[in-house]
T-cell receptor
């Protein structure tokens, strides 16, 4: 158990809908990351927050947005969902914002868009 | 642009055999970090090791060992005397120091199947 929690574990929704994925980092970690794992794209970095501020951005679609709250939990919002958004979404956390720190991953949220 | 290549998509071995997973990376940065993660069938990603670009010493942890060679841009991972519990997908990843934040670029992964 990495100490990173993600809810829900599974999510099934229809095209065009909007969902929110939630992540709580390990105690003491200030950075939160979101990754998407799909069969065709592999594991891809989406976005990083550090202590409430956006720190780095990857190939995150405009339909997706994220934020980190004062209590350091983070939410990833996915809107106007398409079939291709079906994937496993991971949250990770680390103590600091730079790459001297390893990232610890949560169990993931499996999103199925029908 | 940074890139990680794991050429082996799947490796099948019999228990107690050794297995080596290849990882080749590309980066223009002189300071970078390399990682290995394990994804067992349950789906979570488990951190195994981090190595910085200035430390080329090989590392051993139990049955796991890692060989980092900057000359060939490789960071290979060997499981000695494999066990069924080693069956998983293994990912190599790279993070560049000059890039903003701590983005991990992952390879495509190598699925290891250890048969009893």
């Amino acid at each position: 158990d990495s100490g990173v929690t993600q809810t829900p574990k599974h999510l099934i929704t229809a095209t065009g809908q909007r969902v929110t994925l939630r992540c709580s980092p390990r105690s003491g970690d200030l950075s939160v990351y979101w990754y998407q794992q799909s069969l065709d794209q592999g594991l891809q970095f989406l976005i990083q927050y550090y202590n409430g501020e956006e720190r780095a951005k990857g190939n995150i679609l405009e339909r997706f947005s994220a934020q980190q709250f004062p209590d350091l939990h983070s939410e990833l919002n996915l809107s106007s969902l398409e079939l291709g958004d079906s994937a496993l979404y991971f949250c990770a956390s680390s103590v600091g914002s730079e790459n001297t720190y390893e990232q610890y991953f949560g169990p993931g949220t499996r999103l199925t868009v029908t | 642009a940074q890139k990680v290549t794991q050429a082996q998509t799947e490796i099948s071995v019999v228990e107690k055999e050794d297995v080596t997973l290849d990882c080749v990376y590309e980066t223009r940065d002189t300071t970078y970090y390399l990682f290995w993660y394990k994804q067992p069938p349950s789906g979570e990603l488990v951190f195994l090791i981090r190595r910085n670009s200035f430390d080329e010493q090989n590392e051993i942890s139990g049955r796991y060992s890692w060989n980092f060679q900057k000359s060939t841009s490789s960071f290979n991972f060997t499981i000695t005397a494999s066990q069924v519990v080693d069956s998983a997908v293994y990912f190599c990843a790279l993070s560049e120091a000059k890039a903003a934040g701590n983005k991990l670029t992952f390879g495509g992964g190598t699925r290891v199947l250890v048969k009893p």
